[in-house]
Protein backbone atom coordinates (compact mmCIF):
# COMPACT_ATOMS: atom_id res chain seq x y z
CA UNK A 1 0.00 0.00 0.00
CA UNK A 2 0.73 3.58 -0.24
CA UNK A 3 -0.24 5.67 2.53
CA UNK A 4 0.28 9.62 2.90
CA UNK A 5 0.74 11.01 6.28
CA UNK A 6 -0.40 14.20 7.15
CA UNK A 7 1.62 15.62 10.69
CA UNK A 8 4.56 14.41 11.80
CA UNK A 9 4.06 14.16 15.25
CA UNK A 10 4.10 11.51 17.44
CA UNK A 11 1.09 9.65 15.90
CA UNK A 12 2.47 10.64 12.63
CA UNK A 13 5.51 9.08 13.29
CA UNK A 14 4.59 6.02 14.97
CA UNK A 15 2.07 5.33 12.16
CA UNK A 16 4.72 5.40 9.88
CA UNK A 17 7.35 3.56 11.69
CA UNK A 18 4.50 0.51 11.96
CA UNK A 19 3.52 0.55 7.97
CA UNK A 20 7.52 0.99 7.02
CA UNK A 21 7.83 -2.19 9.33
CA UNK A 22 5.81 -3.94 7.19
CA UNK A 23 6.87 -2.43 4.02
CA UNK A 24 4.39 -0.35 2.91
CA UNK A 25 5.27 2.71 0.96
CA UNK A 26 4.96 6.08 3.32
CA UNK A 27 5.20 9.57 2.77
CA UNK A 28 5.54 12.18 5.30
CA UNK A 29 4.40 15.57 5.14
CA UNK A 30 4.63 18.49 8.19
CA UNK A 31 4.90 22.24 7.43
CA UNK A 32 7.10 22.49 10.62
CA UNK A 33 11.45 22.59 9.82
CA UNK A 34 12.19 21.19 13.06
CA UNK A 35 9.17 18.33 13.35
CA UNK A 36 10.11 17.21 9.79
CA UNK A 37 14.16 17.23 10.23
CA UNK A 38 13.22 14.65 13.73
CA UNK A 39 10.92 12.49 11.56
CA UNK A 40 13.67 12.37 8.56
CA UNK A 41 16.50 11.15 11.20
CA UNK A 42 13.99 7.89 12.33
CA UNK A 43 12.08 7.31 9.14
CA UNK A 44 13.16 5.78 5.81
CA UNK A 45 10.56 7.01 3.83
CA UNK A 46 9.97 10.34 1.36
CA UNK A 47 9.55 13.44 4.24
CA UNK A 48 8.15 16.48 2.54
CA UNK A 49 8.20 19.98 4.70
CA UNK A 50 5.28 21.58 3.06
CA UNK A 51 1.76 22.26 3.93
CA UNK A 52 -0.64 19.69 3.48
CA UNK A 53 -3.50 20.99 3.23
CA UNK A 54 -2.31 22.01 -0.40
CA UNK A 55 -3.03 20.07 -3.34
CA UNK A 56 -0.18 20.76 -4.87
CA UNK A 57 2.18 19.54 -2.26
CA UNK A 58 -0.08 16.31 -1.79
CA UNK A 59 0.96 15.56 -5.37
CA UNK A 60 4.51 15.76 -4.87
CA UNK A 61 4.03 13.21 -2.80
CA UNK A 62 2.03 11.28 -5.13
CA UNK A 63 -1.31 11.37 -3.56
CA UNK A 64 -2.96 9.86 -6.97
CA UNK A 65 -1.18 6.99 -6.58
CA UNK A 66 -1.80 6.32 -2.95
CA UNK A 67 -4.37 4.21 -1.28
CA UNK A 68 -5.07 6.01 2.09
CA UNK A 69 -4.45 9.47 2.96
CA UNK A 70 -4.43 9.85 7.15
CA UNK A 71 -4.32 13.39 8.40
CA UNK A 72 -3.33 13.85 12.22
CA UNK A 73 -1.98 16.90 12.58
CA UNK A 74 -2.90 19.36 15.81
CA UNK A 75 -5.35 20.97 13.64
CA UNK A 76 -9.00 19.69 13.43
CA UNK A 77 -9.79 21.88 11.14
CA UNK A 78 -6.71 21.15 9.06
CA UNK A 79 -7.51 17.88 9.28
CA UNK A 80 -10.26 17.83 8.15
CA UNK A 81 -10.35 20.69 5.06
CA UNK A 82 -7.21 18.24 3.56
CA UNK A 83 -9.53 15.08 3.53
CA UNK A 84 -12.15 17.27 1.99
CA UNK A 85 -9.96 18.63 -0.35
CA UNK A 86 -8.53 14.90 -1.37
CA UNK A 87 -11.98 13.70 -1.54
CA UNK A 88 -13.18 16.31 -4.11
CA UNK A 89 -10.13 15.25 -6.48
CA UNK A 90 -9.69 11.59 -5.65
CA UNK A 91 -12.28 10.39 -3.80
CA UNK A 92 -11.65 6.78 -3.89
CA UNK A 93 -8.40 7.38 -1.55
CA UNK A 94 -9.90 5.80 1.71
CA UNK A 95 -9.15 8.91 4.09
CA UNK A 96 -8.84 9.04 7.74
CA UNK A 97 -8.97 11.69 10.39
CA UNK A 98 -7.88 12.58 13.78
CA UNK A 99 -9.97 15.55 15.39
CA UNK A 100 -9.61 16.08 19.14
CA UNK A 101 -13.07 18.49 19.64
CA UNK A 102 -15.76 16.11 20.88
CA UNK A 103 -18.26 18.18 19.37
CA UNK A 104 -17.02 17.69 15.61
CA UNK A 105 -16.79 14.31 16.49
CA UNK A 106 -20.34 13.57 17.86
CA UNK A 107 -21.62 15.87 15.20
CA UNK A 108 -20.34 14.06 12.42
CA UNK A 109 -21.07 11.15 14.10
CA UNK A 110 -24.99 11.61 13.96
CA UNK A 111 -25.00 13.39 10.77
CA UNK A 112 -23.11 10.15 9.19
CA UNK A 113 -25.70 7.78 10.71
CA UNK A 114 -28.80 9.78 9.60
CA UNK A 115 -27.30 10.32 6.01
CA UNK A 116 -26.76 5.79 5.93
CA UNK A 117 -30.43 5.98 7.04
CA UNK A 118 -31.62 7.99 4.48
CA UNK A 119 -29.36 7.50 1.26
CA UNK A 120 -28.07 3.92 2.41
CA UNK A 121 -24.70 3.34 0.98
CA UNK A 122 -24.96 5.64 -2.00
CA UNK A 123 -23.98 9.27 0.03
CA UNK A 124 -20.44 10.35 -0.09
CA UNK A 125 -18.80 10.59 3.78
CA UNK A 126 -19.31 13.74 5.91
CA UNK A 127 -16.21 16.13 4.90
CA UNK A 128 -14.71 13.15 2.76
CA UNK A 129 -14.07 11.59 5.73
CA UNK A 130 -14.06 7.24 5.53
CA UNK A 131 -12.95 7.22 9.46
CA UNK A 132 -12.68 9.92 12.06
CA UNK A 133 -11.10 9.18 15.12
CA UNK A 134 -11.31 10.41 18.42
CA UNK A 135 -8.19 9.97 20.93
CA UNK A 136 -10.69 10.22 24.17
CA UNK A 137 -13.02 7.71 22.70
CA UNK A 138 -10.87 5.49 21.95
CA UNK A 139 -8.85 5.29 25.40
CA UNK A 140 -12.10 5.50 26.87
CA UNK A 141 -13.66 2.34 25.78
CA UNK A 142 -10.36 0.78 26.38
CA UNK A 143 -10.87 1.85 29.82
CA UNK A 144 -14.66 0.82 29.90
CA UNK A 145 -13.60 -2.55 28.67
CA UNK A 146 -11.22 -3.02 31.43
CA UNK A 147 -13.27 -1.89 33.98
CA UNK A 148 -15.75 -4.55 32.59
CA UNK A 149 -13.17 -7.60 33.23
CA UNK A 150 -12.32 -6.81 36.66
CA UNK A 151 -9.24 -4.40 36.03
CA UNK A 152 -7.20 -7.55 36.47
CA UNK A 153 -5.02 -6.28 33.46
CA UNK A 154 -5.56 -5.16 30.36
CA UNK A 155 -8.13 -7.59 28.27
CA UNK A 156 -9.15 -8.15 24.63
CA UNK A 157 -12.81 -9.21 23.70
CA UNK A 158 -14.34 -10.48 20.78
CA UNK A 159 -17.97 -9.78 19.65
CA UNK A 160 -20.49 -12.13 20.65
CA UNK A 161 -17.87 -14.44 22.89
CA UNK A 162 -17.26 -15.01 26.25
CA UNK A 163 -13.51 -15.61 25.39
CA UNK A 164 -11.29 -12.66 25.84
CA UNK A 165 -7.18 -12.98 25.76
CA UNK A 166 -6.55 -10.91 29.06
CA UNK A 167 -2.81 -9.80 30.28
CA UNK A 168 -2.35 -11.26 33.58
CA UNK A 169 0.70 -11.34 36.17
CA UNK A 170 2.41 -14.11 37.56
CA UNK A 171 3.44 -13.54 41.44
CA UNK A 172 6.27 -15.29 43.23
CA UNK A 173 5.62 -18.60 44.78
CA UNK A 174 2.09 -18.38 43.11
CA UNK A 175 1.40 -22.24 41.93
CA UNK A 176 2.98 -21.35 38.55
CA UNK A 177 5.92 -20.17 39.22
CA UNK A 178 8.31 -22.46 38.25
CA UNK A 179 6.13 -24.16 35.91
CA UNK A 180 6.63 -25.37 32.09
CA UNK A 181 3.86 -24.59 30.17
CA UNK A 182 3.58 -28.28 28.81
CA UNK A 183 3.31 -28.74 32.73
CA UNK A 184 0.42 -26.74 33.40
CA UNK A 185 -2.40 -28.97 32.89
CA UNK A 186 -1.32 -31.49 35.69
CA UNK A 187 -2.08 -27.96 38.00
CA UNK A 188 -5.63 -27.39 36.68
CA UNK A 189 -8.72 -28.14 34.93
CA UNK A 190 -9.59 -24.87 34.12
CA UNK A 191 -9.50 -24.81 29.95
CA UNK A 192 -6.94 -21.87 29.02
CA UNK A 193 -4.40 -21.12 26.50
CA UNK A 194 -1.40 -18.96 27.13
CA UNK A 195 -0.49 -16.89 24.18
CA UNK A 196 2.38 -14.84 25.11
CA UNK A 197 4.82 -14.73 27.86
CA UNK A 198 6.50 -11.09 28.97
CA UNK A 199 9.87 -11.72 30.66
CA UNK A 200 13.10 -10.23 31.32
CA UNK A 201 11.66 -7.07 29.22
CA UNK A 202 11.26 -9.42 25.96
CA UNK A 203 7.14 -10.16 24.80
CA UNK A 204 7.19 -13.25 22.94
CA UNK A 205 5.25 -16.04 21.44
CA UNK A 206 4.95 -19.29 23.75
CA UNK A 207 5.95 -22.45 23.61
CA UNK A 208 5.66 -25.63 25.52
CA UNK A 209 9.06 -25.48 27.15
CA UNK A 210 8.71 -21.79 28.38
CA UNK A 211 9.01 -21.39 32.09
CA UNK A 212 6.81 -18.79 34.05
CA UNK A 213 8.46 -17.10 36.44
CA UNK A 214 7.28 -14.69 39.66
CA UNK A 215 7.23 -11.38 37.78
CA UNK A 216 6.10 -12.47 34.18
CA UNK A 217 3.21 -11.39 32.34
CA UNK A 218 1.17 -13.71 30.86
CA UNK A 219 -1.63 -13.26 27.57
CA UNK A 220 -4.02 -15.93 28.67
CA UNK A 221 -7.26 -16.91 26.10
CA UNK A 222 -10.01 -18.18 28.55
CA UNK A 223 -13.42 -18.26 29.08
CA UNK A 224 -14.44 -14.92 31.33
CA UNK A 225 -16.28 -17.68 33.78
CA UNK A 226 -12.70 -18.99 33.88
CA UNK A 227 -10.52 -15.62 34.77
CA UNK A 228 -10.91 -16.29 38.65
CA UNK A 229 -9.02 -19.66 38.45
CA UNK A 230 -6.28 -18.77 36.38
CA UNK A 231 -5.69 -15.82 38.79
CA UNK A 232 -5.64 -18.09 41.38
CA UNK A 233 -3.21 -20.35 39.40
CA UNK A 234 -0.84 -16.47 39.15
CA UNK A 235 -1.16 -15.74 42.79
CA UNK A 236 -4.35 -13.33 42.38
CA UNK A 237 -8.03 -13.44 42.69
CA UNK A 238 -10.85 -11.08 41.02
CA UNK A 239 -12.32 -8.88 43.25
CA UNK A 240 -16.19 -7.68 43.20
CA UNK A 241 -15.65 -3.74 42.39
CA UNK A 242 -19.04 -2.49 44.81
CA UNK A 243 -16.86 1.02 45.26
CA UNK A 244 -15.30 2.58 42.11
CA UNK A 245 -13.69 6.55 42.13
CA UNK A 246 -12.89 7.91 39.05
CA UNK A 247 -10.35 11.06 39.28
CA UNK A 248 -10.65 13.34 36.51
CA UNK A 249 -14.29 14.97 35.41
CA UNK A 250 -12.96 16.19 32.22
CA UNK A 251 -13.86 14.84 28.40
CA UNK A 252 -12.31 11.38 29.11
CA UNK A 253 -13.99 10.83 32.53
CA UNK A 254 -17.21 11.96 31.27
CA UNK A 255 -17.09 9.58 28.33
CA UNK A 256 -16.22 6.72 30.86
CA UNK A 257 -18.94 7.81 33.12
CA UNK A 258 -21.83 7.89 30.29
CA UNK A 259 -20.60 4.64 29.47
CA UNK A 260 -20.59 3.18 32.76
CA UNK A 261 -23.85 4.54 34.51
CA UNK A 262 -26.06 6.23 32.04
CA UNK A 263 -25.90 4.50 28.17
CA UNK A 264 -25.74 0.71 28.39
CA UNK A 265 -24.68 -0.35 25.34
CA UNK A 266 -25.54 -4.09 24.36
CA UNK A 267 -23.52 -6.36 25.85
CA UNK A 268 -22.07 -4.02 28.27
CA UNK A 269 -23.98 -4.62 31.50
CA UNK A 270 -22.09 -1.60 33.27
CA UNK A 271 -24.86 0.70 33.32
CA UNK A 272 -27.38 -1.48 35.48
CA UNK A 273 -24.44 -2.48 37.45
CA UNK A 274 -23.51 0.83 38.40
CA UNK A 275 -27.37 2.41 38.60
CA UNK A 276 -29.71 -0.19 39.93
CA UNK A 277 -26.45 -1.81 41.66
CA UNK A 278 -25.21 1.61 43.65
CA UNK A 279 -29.35 2.06 44.46
CA UNK A 280 -30.46 -1.27 45.63
CA UNK A 281 -27.05 -2.90 47.39
CA UNK A 282 -25.19 0.17 48.44
CA UNK A 283 -22.42 0.08 45.41
CA UNK A 284 -20.82 3.41 44.60
CA UNK A 285 -19.23 5.49 42.42
CA UNK A 286 -17.17 8.94 43.22
CA UNK A 287 -15.70 11.49 40.64
CA UNK A 288 -13.32 13.44 42.02
CA UNK A 289 -11.79 16.76 40.31
CA UNK A 290 -9.83 19.91 41.21
CA UNK A 291 -11.68 22.12 38.95
CA UNK A 292 -15.50 23.24 40.79
CA UNK A 293 -16.62 23.70 37.31
CA UNK A 294 -15.92 20.26 36.42
CA UNK A 295 -17.75 18.87 39.13
CA UNK A 296 -20.77 21.08 39.28
CA UNK A 297 -21.38 19.88 35.17
CA UNK A 298 -20.71 16.18 36.82
CA UNK A 299 -22.81 16.84 39.72
CA UNK A 300 -25.46 17.56 37.55
CA UNK A 301 -24.89 14.88 34.64
CA UNK A 302 -24.66 11.94 37.22
CA UNK A 303 -26.63 12.39 40.27
CA UNK A 304 -26.22 8.71 41.43
CA UNK A 305 -23.10 9.41 41.76
CA UNK A 306 -20.74 10.96 44.64
CA UNK A 307 -19.16 14.45 43.13
CA UNK A 308 -15.95 15.58 45.20
CA UNK A 309 -14.19 18.83 44.49
CA UNK A 310 -10.87 17.99 45.80
CA UNK A 311 -6.85 16.79 45.44
CA UNK A 312 -6.98 13.30 45.06
CA UNK A 313 -3.29 12.88 46.33
CA UNK A 314 -4.55 14.51 49.84
CA UNK A 315 -4.25 11.77 52.20
CA UNK A 316 -6.84 13.67 54.81
CA UNK A 317 -9.61 14.01 52.01
CA UNK A 318 -8.87 10.42 51.11
CA UNK A 319 -9.54 9.06 54.48
CA UNK A 320 -12.25 11.24 55.56
CA UNK A 321 -14.30 10.28 53.15
CA UNK A 322 -13.30 6.57 52.95
CA UNK A 323 -12.16 6.85 49.20
CA UNK A 324 -9.11 4.67 50.61
CA UNK A 325 -11.61 2.02 50.85
CA UNK A 326 -12.49 1.73 47.37
CA UNK A 327 -12.45 -1.47 45.37
CA UNK A 328 -11.21 0.26 42.37
CA UNK A 329 -10.03 3.52 41.28
CA UNK A 330 -9.68 5.35 37.36
CA UNK A 331 -7.11 8.28 37.33
CA UNK A 332 -7.79 9.94 33.67
CA UNK A 333 -7.06 13.51 34.63
CA UNK A 334 -5.20 15.34 32.38
CA UNK A 335 -1.89 14.83 33.42
CA UNK A 336 -0.86 11.55 32.68
CA UNK A 337 1.99 11.46 34.68
CA UNK A 338 0.09 12.54 37.72
CA UNK A 339 -2.20 9.70 37.06
CA UNK A 340 0.51 6.81 36.98
CA UNK A 341 1.41 8.45 40.67
CA UNK A 342 -2.04 8.97 41.80
CA UNK A 343 -2.76 5.26 41.26
CA UNK A 344 -0.03 3.92 42.46
CA UNK A 345 -0.36 5.99 45.77
CA UNK A 346 -4.14 5.04 45.95
CA UNK A 347 -3.20 1.48 46.14
CA UNK A 348 -0.17 2.24 48.40
CA UNK A 349 -3.17 3.62 50.77
CA UNK A 350 -5.67 0.33 50.53
CA UNK A 351 -7.61 1.17 47.42
CA UNK A 352 -7.90 -2.72 45.92
CA UNK A 353 -6.91 -2.05 42.33
CA UNK A 354 -5.88 1.03 39.83
CA UNK A 355 -6.23 2.37 35.89
CA UNK A 356 -4.31 4.83 34.60
CA UNK A 357 -4.23 6.61 31.57
CA UNK A 358 -1.38 7.09 30.10
CA UNK A 359 0.91 8.92 27.38
CA UNK A 360 2.04 6.13 25.59
CA UNK A 361 3.34 2.55 25.79
CA UNK A 362 6.74 3.56 26.85
CA UNK A 363 4.84 4.94 30.40
CA UNK A 364 2.43 2.20 30.55
CA UNK A 365 5.72 0.14 31.42
CA UNK A 366 6.57 2.76 33.95
CA UNK A 367 3.26 2.67 35.43
CA UNK A 368 3.09 -1.23 35.60
CA UNK A 369 6.40 -1.23 37.56
CA UNK A 370 4.80 1.17 39.79
CA UNK A 371 2.14 -1.29 40.56
CA UNK A 372 -0.54 0.36 38.47
CA UNK A 373 -2.64 -2.76 37.75
CA UNK A 374 -4.00 -1.51 34.03
CA UNK A 375 -2.50 1.15 32.24
CA UNK A 376 -4.41 2.53 28.69
CA UNK A 377 -1.73 4.09 26.17
CA UNK A 378 -3.57 7.22 24.90
CA UNK A 379 -1.43 7.52 21.83
CA UNK A 380 -1.44 3.66 21.08
CA UNK A 381 -4.97 3.54 20.75
CA UNK A 382 -5.06 5.85 18.45
CA UNK A 383 -2.55 4.05 16.37
CA UNK A 384 -4.37 0.65 16.66
CA UNK A 385 -7.37 2.42 15.67
CA UNK A 386 -6.11 3.72 11.99
CA UNK A 387 -4.29 1.13 11.54
CA UNK A 388 -7.05 -1.58 11.79
CA UNK A 389 -9.45 0.59 9.31
CA UNK A 390 -6.05 0.70 6.93
CA UNK A 391 -5.87 -2.73 6.63
CA UNK A 392 -8.87 -2.87 4.39
CA UNK A 393 -12.31 -4.49 4.94
CA UNK A 394 -10.85 -8.08 5.49
CA UNK A 395 -8.73 -6.87 8.57
CA UNK A 396 -11.41 -6.34 11.35
CA UNK A 397 -9.07 -5.53 14.14
CA UNK A 398 -5.26 -4.83 15.68
CA UNK A 399 -3.87 -4.40 18.47
CA UNK A 400 -0.39 -4.00 19.20
CA UNK A 401 0.90 -5.94 22.76
CA UNK A 402 2.56 -4.08 25.20
CA UNK A 403 5.44 -2.29 23.73
CA UNK A 404 4.86 -3.45 20.00
CA UNK A 405 6.64 -6.65 19.51
CA UNK A 406 3.54 -8.53 19.11
CA UNK A 407 0.05 -7.76 16.81
CA UNK A 408 -3.22 -9.36 17.18
CA UNK A 409 -5.25 -9.07 14.05
CA UNK A 410 -8.89 -10.50 13.43
CA UNK A 411 -9.41 -10.97 9.71
CA UNK A 412 -11.26 -12.38 7.27
CA UNK A 413 -10.27 -15.69 5.16
CA UNK A 414 -11.10 -14.64 1.18
CA UNK A 415 -11.35 -17.53 -1.53
CA UNK A 416 -8.09 -16.59 -2.92
CA UNK A 417 -6.48 -17.54 0.77
CA UNK A 418 -3.78 -19.76 0.71
CA UNK A 419 -4.63 -21.74 3.47
CA UNK A 420 -8.69 -21.98 2.86
CA UNK A 421 -9.85 -25.64 3.00
CA UNK A 422 -6.51 -26.41 4.75
CA UNK A 423 -6.56 -27.85 8.26
CA UNK A 424 -4.32 -25.75 11.24
CA UNK A 425 -2.05 -28.58 11.28
CA UNK A 426 -1.55 -28.71 7.42
CA UNK A 427 -0.57 -24.79 7.70
CA UNK A 428 1.04 -24.71 11.51
CA UNK A 429 4.62 -22.89 11.92
CA UNK A 430 5.53 -22.67 15.02
CA UNK A 431 6.97 -19.36 16.31
CA UNK A 432 5.93 -17.25 13.65
CA UNK A 433 2.19 -16.99 14.55
CA UNK A 434 -0.74 -18.70 16.88
CA UNK A 435 -4.07 -19.06 15.80
CA UNK A 436 -6.08 -18.40 18.61
CA UNK A 437 -10.06 -18.29 17.56
CA UNK A 438 -11.99 -19.31 14.52
CA UNK A 439 -15.47 -18.30 13.53
CA UNK A 440 -17.32 -19.92 11.20
CA UNK A 441 -19.33 -18.16 8.49
CA UNK A 442 -22.51 -17.59 9.42
CA UNK A 443 -21.73 -17.76 13.00
CA UNK A 444 -22.07 -15.12 15.77
CA UNK A 445 -19.52 -17.72 18.13
CA UNK A 446 -16.04 -17.85 18.56
CA UNK A 447 -13.82 -21.51 19.23
CA UNK A 448 -10.38 -21.73 20.34
CA UNK A 449 -9.20 -24.20 17.02
CA UNK A 450 -7.63 -27.65 17.38
CA UNK A 451 -5.42 -28.95 14.87
CA UNK A 452 -7.43 -30.53 12.97
CA UNK A 453 -9.99 -27.66 12.85
CA UNK A 454 -9.88 -26.41 8.89
CA UNK A 455 -10.59 -23.11 7.53
CA UNK A 456 -12.66 -21.94 4.97
CA UNK A 457 -13.39 -18.97 2.93
CA UNK A 458 -15.87 -16.54 4.90
CA UNK A 459 -14.66 -17.40 8.11
CA UNK A 460 -12.74 -14.98 10.85
CA UNK A 461 -9.66 -15.97 12.76
CA UNK A 462 -7.93 -13.84 15.38
CA UNK A 463 -3.99 -14.24 14.94
CA UNK A 464 -0.86 -13.71 16.92
CA UNK A 465 2.01 -12.99 15.40
CA UNK A 466 5.72 -10.74 15.68
CA UNK A 467 4.66 -7.39 14.49
CA UNK A 468 7.16 -7.57 11.52
CA UNK A 469 5.84 -10.80 10.21
CA UNK A 470 2.46 -9.68 10.26
CA UNK A 471 1.69 -8.28 7.24
CA UNK A 472 3.29 -11.56 5.72
CA UNK A 473 1.88 -13.83 7.62
CA UNK A 474 -1.92 -11.60 7.26
CA UNK A 475 -1.54 -11.95 3.30
CA UNK A 476 -1.53 -15.84 3.96
CA UNK A 477 -4.98 -16.04 5.62
CA UNK A 478 -6.95 -12.87 3.45
CA UNK A 479 -5.39 -13.63 -0.20
CA UNK A 480 -4.52 -10.27 -0.30
CA UNK A 481 -1.34 -8.59 -0.78
CA UNK A 482 -1.68 -4.76 0.32
Do not use: W
Not at 9 to 26: H, R, S, W, Y
Not at 215 to 244: F, I, M, N, R, Y
Amino acid sequence: MKIVIVGAGFTGVQLAKNLINEGNQVALVDNDEDTIRHASNQLDCTVLCADGNSLDTLEQVEIAKADALVCVTSSDELNIVTCSLVDAVYPKILKIARVRNYDYYINTTVAEKKAASNFGDKHRPLYGINYMIHPDVEAADAIVQAVKNGAVGSVLTFDNSDLELARIAVFEGSPLDGVSLKNIRSLTDVKFLVAYVEQNGKTQLASGNTIITGGSTLGVLLDKKDVPGVLALCGSKQKELKKVALIGAGRIGTIIAEKLMDKPQKGLGLAKFFTTAVKNRGQKFAIIDTNETLTKAAANRFPDAQVFTADASDENFLREEEITSYDLAICVTHNHELNMVLAAYLESLGVGQSISLVESAAFAVIAEKLGVDVSVPLRDCVVDSIMSHLRGKSVKEIHTITTGELEIVECEISSSSKFSGQSLKEISDPGKYLVLLRRSAGSDTYEIPGGETRLYSGDHVVLLSESENSKKILSLFTGINS
